[in-house]
């Protein structure tokens, strides 16, 4: 199938280059001139396992290609896939500018059968506002007669970074949002060669879907860190209670490890979206709020118990491990990590980070005082505390007898309880985790 894909970001570029992998030809468009230019290159402008060897590939079978306009793409295309960003607009609410501007240029151009599938995470109602978007742009350019022969369906994304190729080639679930069984069919047909199951459901239902699995998944992290806290307080270890609940398959092992709370470019938006959302249909969403609450609370009681432990922060240097919204990624939109460094900033902190992929987007978005190390033992030089902030598998085989003799002092903070079972103590260490009561 000719497929087009409109927005070349996390989302566009992978299940882009997914769906050429399945054997379909797709052009990737995106208004990003660099990154476009930097794709024709051959490279790839994030960081993602196996990404670059599959775009290489694509690139050589000539099943994908790149570009600007998507004048230039989008005669004989089939599907034309909406992939752009829906980040957090004003009070929360998703902001559907960079959807509504990708419907408009559909419909200004579209001058054949088609269908739009809509793959960005947006509330209830856009799929049927964007097909009447593109079909009133058809009517202002002229082809009102041709506006029924375009359809809408939604496709919402589930994919994890750091396992967004075997998210895409292995998915729990395709979810296929459309009204008529021709729409049903393309979609099913365009997952050909991926065995999972297809949940057909209405529209309404696809996009609702969407907000609620990340709705869920970020109300299991802070559900875990309510018993964290009450862990911290009578003694319970929270990774031993979240073992044994997780062994109960109604319940399952999965987001239940307590921290500093989840962050990313998905679940801090789409909760507070689904919140707004709810309250514009005159509905309350309680138990979200409290985990918006609980979220926020959990990066300030980190940072509490630092300032705490060393009476004040101000002018104490701390080094820091993990800056990505969570390990495998270079991504720190949302990072609870970020939020925990720019407050520690405020308190009077001076920062020593590093992370293994998360630097340079990390760099744009901190204060210039912070300052950024070539390797974690390096971050660690003279430092008051090491405070581990993402999950990175590689800090569990850190030499801690040369972090130890750098520090000042030799004292963990440990925000993922990712060193927890590394020894620490062992090595003279005092270390700080996250519910882990009387084993600290
Ligand atoms: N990142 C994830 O892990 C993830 C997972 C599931 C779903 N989603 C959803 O997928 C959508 C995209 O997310 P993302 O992380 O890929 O966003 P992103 O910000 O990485 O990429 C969006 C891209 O769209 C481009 N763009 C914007 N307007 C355009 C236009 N009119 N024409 C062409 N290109 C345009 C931007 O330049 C950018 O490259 C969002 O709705 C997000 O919630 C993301």
Same mark, same amino acid.
């Given at each position: 199938?000719?497929?087009?894909?409109?927005?070349?970001? %996390?989302?566009?570029?992978?299940?882009?280059?997914?769906?050429?992998?399945?054997?379909?030809?797709?052009?990737?468009?995106?208004?990003?001139?660099?990154?476009?230019?930097? #794709?024709?290159?051959?490279?790839?402008?994030?960081?993602?396992?196996?990404?670059?060897?599959?775009?290489?590939?694509?690139?050589?079978?000539?099943? =994908? =290609?790149?570009?600007?306009?998507? /004048?230039?793409?989008?005669?004989?295309?089939?599907?034309?896939?909406? /992939?752009?960003?829906?980040?957090?607009?004003?009070?929360?609410?998703?902001?559907?500018? %960079?959807?509504?501007?990708?419907?408009?240029?559909?419909?200004?151009?579209?001058?054949?059968?088609?269908?739009?599938?809509?793959?960005?995470?947006?509330?209830? +109602?856009?799929?049927?506002?964007?097909?009447?978007?593109?079909?009133?742009?058809?009517?202002?350019?002229?082809?009102?007669?041709?506006?029924?022969?375009?359809?809408?369906?939604?496709?919402?994304?589930?994919?994890?970074?750091?396992?967004?190729?075997?998210?895409?080639?292995?998915?729990?679930?395709?979810?296929?949002?459309?009204?008529?069984?021709?729409?049903?069919?393309?979609?099913?047909?365009?997952?050909?060669?991926?065995?999972?199951?297809?949940?057909?459901?209405?529209?309404? !239902?696809?996009?609702?879907?969407? *907000?609620?699995?990340?709705?869920?998944?970020?109300?299991?992290?802070?559900?875990?860190?309510?018993?964290?806290?009450?862990?911290?307080?009578?003694?319970?270890?929270?990774?031993?209670?979240?073992?044994?609940?997780?062994?109960?398959?109604?319940?399952?092992?999965?987001?239940?490890?307590?921290?500093?709370?989840?962050?990313?470019?998905?679940?801090?938006?789409?909760?507070? /979206?689904?919140?707004?959302?709810?309250?514009?249909?005159?509905?309350?969403?309680?138990?979200?709020?409290?985990?918006?609450?609980?979220?926020?609370? $959990?990066?300030?009681?980190?940072?509490?118990?630092?300032?705490?432990?060393?009476?004040?922060?101000?002018?104490?240097?701390?080094?820091? &491990?993990?800056?990505?919204?969570?390990?495998?990624?270079?991504?720190?939109? +949302?990072?609870?990590?970020?939020?925990?460094? $720019?407050?520690?900033?405020?308190? +009077?902190?001076?920062?020593?980070?590093?992370?293994?992929?998360?630097?340079?987007?990390?760099?744009?978005?901190?204060?210039?005082?912070?300052?950024?190390?070539?390797?974690?033992?390096?971050?660690?030089?003279?430092?008051?505390?090491? #405070?581990?902030?993402?999950? &990175?598998?590689?800090?569990?085989?850190?030499?801690?007898?040369? =972090?130890?003799?750098?520090?000042?002092?030799?004292?963990?903070?440990?925000?993922?309880?990712?060193?927890?079972? !590394?020894?620490?103590?062992?090595?003279?260490?005092? *270390?700080?985790?996250?519910?882990?009561?009387?084993?600290?």
């Amino acid at each position: 199938m000719n497929v087009v894909m409109i927005g070349t970001g %996390y989302v566009g570029l992978v299940t882009g280059l997914g769906f050429a992998k399945l054997g379909h030809r797709v052009a990737c468009v995106d208004t990003d001139v660099a990154k476009i230019a930097r #794709l024709d290159r051959g490279e790839t402008p994030f960081y993602e396992p196996g990404l670059p060897e599959l775009l290489r590939e694509m690139q050589e079978a000539g099943r =994908v =290609v790149f570009a600007t306009d998507l /004048a230039d793409v989008i005669g004989g295309a089939e599907i034309i896939m909406i /992939a752009v960003g829906t980040p957090a607009g004003r009070d929360g609410f998703a902001d559907l500018s %960079y959807v509504e501007a990708a419907a408009d240029c559909i419909g200004k151009l579209l001058d054949h059968e088609a269908l739009v599938v809509l793959k960005s995470s947006v509330p209830v +109602g856009t799929n049927r506002d964007v097909l009447a978007r593109v079909r009133r742009a058809m009517g202002a350019a002229g082809r009102e007669a041709l506006t029924s022969v375009v359809t809408i369906a939604s496709l919402p994304e589930f994919l994890r970074p750091g396992f967004a190729l075997r998210d895409f080639m292995e998915p729990d679930r395709v979810v296929i949002g459309a009204d008529d069984a021709v729409a049903q069919q393309t979609l099913d047909r365009l997952h050909d060669g991926i065995k999972a199951t297809r949940a057909f459901l209405s529209l309404e !239902s696809a996009e609702l879907a969407k *907000y609620a699995a990340n709705a869920l998944l970020a109300t299991k992290v802070s559900f875990i860190n309510e018993i964290a806290n009450i862990a911290e307080r009578t003694g319970a270890d929270v990774r031993e209670v979240a073992r044994a609940v997780g062994m109960d398959r109604r319940i399952g092992p999965h987001f239940l490890q307590a921290g500093i709370g989840y962050g990313g470019s998905c679940f801090p938006k789409d909760v507070s /979206a689904l919140h707004q959302m709810a309250g514009t249909t005159g509905y309350e969403f309680k138990l979200l709020s409290a985990v918006i609450e609980v979220n926020n609370a $959990q990066r300030e009681r980190f940072v509490s118990r630092v300032a705490e432990e060393l009476d004040g922060v101000r002018g104490r240097r701390l080094a820091v &491990w993990g800056l990505a919204f969570k390990g495998g990624t270079d991504d720190v939109r +949302g990072s609870s990590a970020i939020d925990v460094v $720019q407050r520690l900033v405020g308190l +009077g902190a001076e920062i020593v980070a590093y992370d293994p992929e998360g630097m340079e987007l990390a760099r744009r978005t901190l204060p210039a005082s912070v300052q950024f190390a070539t390797t974690a033992v390096d971050a660690t030089t003279g430092a008051d505390a090491l #405070l581990v902030l993402t999950d &990175w598998p590689e800090f569990k085989d850190v030499s801690f007898a040369a =972090v130890h003799d750098r520090m000042a002092e030799p004292r963990v903070f440990d925000g993922r309880n990712h060193l927890a079972d !590394s020894g620490l103590k062992e090595f003279g260490f005092t *270390y700080h985790g996250v519910g882990l009561g009387s084993r600290e």
